[in-house]
C-alpha cells in the first residue's frame, strides 16, 4: 500500500511510485492507477497528434479560402505545424496509423473547420476533407485559391 494518495496528489504519488519502482518494491505499487496513468500517456499523445492536425489544417483551410488576407506569417505556421507533426511522429512513430484512420480524420476535420471558421467567420466550408494526408503533410505543398 502507498502512502500517498492518488486523488489527493497526483505528483506526489508519481514519485512514489517511481521511487518504489526503482527499489523494487513492487508489492507496493499501486497497480490499477499506474495502468490509467500510462493510458492515459497514449491518450495525450494522440491529442496533441490531432491538435497539430487541426491547427495545420484549419491553417490550410484559411489559405485556400481567404487568399486575399494571406501572410507571410500564414505560411510559416503551416510549416511549422507541419514541422511539428513530423517531429511527433518520429518520436511516436505509432502514432502515423493515426493519419490514415477515416474516424479519427473526420474528427480533426470537424475541429479544424471549427477553428477556420471561428478565425474567418466563413461557414461555407466542405463537409470532408478535400485533400490527401500526404498533401496536407507535404512541406511544399499549399491548397488552390477559391477551390
Given at each position: ?147
Amino acid at each position: 500500500m502507498t502512502t500517498v494518495n492518488y486523488e489527493t496528489d497526483v505528483v506526489a504519488w508519481a514519485n512514489e511510485q517511481a521511487w518504489l519502482i526503482r527499489n523494487k518494491k513492487f508489492e507496493l505499487l499501486d497497480i490499477e492507477h499506474i495502468a490509467e496513468e500510462i493510458e492515459d500517456v497514449g491518450k495525450s499523445e494522440q491529442r496533441e497528434l490531432a491538435s497539430h492536425m487541426a491547427m495545420l489544417i484549419a491553417h490550410l483551410l484559411k489559405w485556400q479560402f481567404q487568399p486575399e488576407h494571406r501572410r507571410a506569417g500564414w505560411e510559416r505556421a503551416i510549416k511549422e505545424q507541419r514541422k511539428a507533426l513530423e517531429f511527433h511522429i518520429k518520436q511516436v512513430p505509432s502514432l502515423k496509423s493515426k493519419l490514415f484512420n477515416s474516424e479519427w480524420q473526420g474528427a480533426v476535420w470537424a475541429d479544424a473547420v471549427t477553428i477556420a471558421i471561428k478565425e474567418t467567420a466563413i461557414e461555407n466550408f466542405p463537409e470532408t476533407c478535400p485533400w490527401t494526408v500526404e498533401n496536407i503533410l507535404s512541406q511544399n505543398w499549399l491548397p488552390i485559391s477559391g477551390v
